[in-house]
């Protein structure tokens, strides 16, 4: 049975090995003055997850977990690590899968909040038709064209096929149930719409219409700050 002094100096030097790893992390992720313009460039993207992970095989190795498991987030570090030259590991080699694959979640979420802040310049009534609403959206946040598939394509006509994608995906849950066998991006589009968002609902009063824009406008804005956070590899909050 260890002293209580032995005890105490274990707590300590743990203690001391999580401040390492926090500061060594917010080195790997924290942001910087040229933060988004750096996590534009992969190989500084790939950079910041080897130098992470690496921090976390040795805070794992340092708390005298399995050695196994340490070793892994070593390994997975030295395969970021090796990307830059041209060496792909074998757990990242994509699946093959017939024509393009689908669609990531983080962009299925962010234009999730596109649609639902559609869905509230609609209500608004202050358009003539969601034609009008997509094409008001695509002016005002360019950033949106990050989520198209096809870079050609037209951002308004984009968005009205995100709303029937997503009102389809309803439509054929109408609990928003969530299935295992479902693909992830359509589980977290269930999730991050609001319970009974898109039910029918009654038109909102004359005073509440520039309300109505207002939240339009907000969730709108919250998109494009998670569309950003998705092109430079950064953990989303919607």
């Given at each position: 049975?260890k002293?209580?002094?032995?005890?105490?100096?274990?707590?300590?030097r743990r203690?001391?090995?999580?401040?390492v790893?926090?500061?060594?992390?917010?080195?790997?992720?924290?942001?910087?003055?040229d933060?988004?313009?750096?996590?534009q460039?992969?190989?500084?993207m790939?950079?910041?997850?080897?130098?992470?992970?690496?921090?976390?095989?040795?805070?794992?190795?340092?708390s005298?977990?399995?050695e196994?498991?340490?070793?892994?987030?070593?390994e997975?570090?030295?395969?970021?690590?090796?990307?830059?030259?041209?060496?792909v590991a074998?757990?990242?080699?994509t699946a093959?899968?017939?024509?393009?694959?689908?669609?990531?979640?983080?962009?299925?979420i962010?234009?999730?909040?596109?649609?639902?802040g559609?869905d509230?310049?609609l209500?608004?009534?202050k358009?003539?038709?969601?034609?009008?609403?997509?094409?008001?959206?695509?002016g005002?946040?360019p950033?949106?064209?990050?989520?198209?598939r096809?870079?050609?394509?037209?951002?308004s006509?984009?968005?009205l096929?995100?709303?029937r994608?997503?009102?389809?995906?309803?439509k054929?849950?109408p609990?928003?149930?969530?299935?295992?066998?479902?693909?992830?991006?359509?589980?977290?589009?269930?999730?991050?719409?609001?319970r009974g968002?898109?039910?029918?609902?009654?038109l909102?009063?004359d005073e509440?219409?520039?309300?109505?824009?207002?939240?339009?406008?907000?969730?709108?804005?919250?998109?494009?700050?998670?569309?950003?956070?998705?092109a430079?590899?950064?953990v989303?909050?919607?």
């Open positions: 049975m002293s209580i002094e032995k005890l105490k100096a274990e707590i300590e203690a001391a090995d999580l401040d790893l926090t500061n060594k992390l917010r080195d790997a992720f924290e942001a910087k003055g933060y988004a313009k750096a996590m460039d992969s190989s500084a790939q950079g910041s997850y080897k130098n992470a992970l690496t921090a976390v095989a040795w805070f794992l190795a340092r005298g977990v399995n196994d498991i340490a070793h892994r987030f070593a997975l570090a030295t395969a970021f690590d090796q990307l830059p030259l041209g060496i074998d757990f990242f080699r093959e899968v017939g024509g393009r694959g689908p669609d990531g979640t983080a962009n299925w962010c234009r999730t909040g596109v649609v639902i559609l509230y310049i209500r608004s009534k358009m003539e038709n969601r034609e009008k609403a997509a094409e008001y959206i695509a005002k946040y950033i949106f064209h990050r989520l198209k096809n870079p050609r394509a037209s951002l006509t984009s968005i096929s995100w709303q994608t997503i009102l389809r995906l309803i054929d849950n609990r928003a149930s969530l299935q295992k066998s479902m693909p992830i991006w359509q589980q977290s589009v269930l999730k991050a719409i609001p968002f898109f039910e029918p609902h009654d909102p009063s509440m219409f520039d309300e109505m824009f207002a939240r339009g406008e907000r969730v709108l804005a919250k998109a494009a700050e998670e569309t950003l956070k998705a430079q590899g950064r989303l909050t919607f």
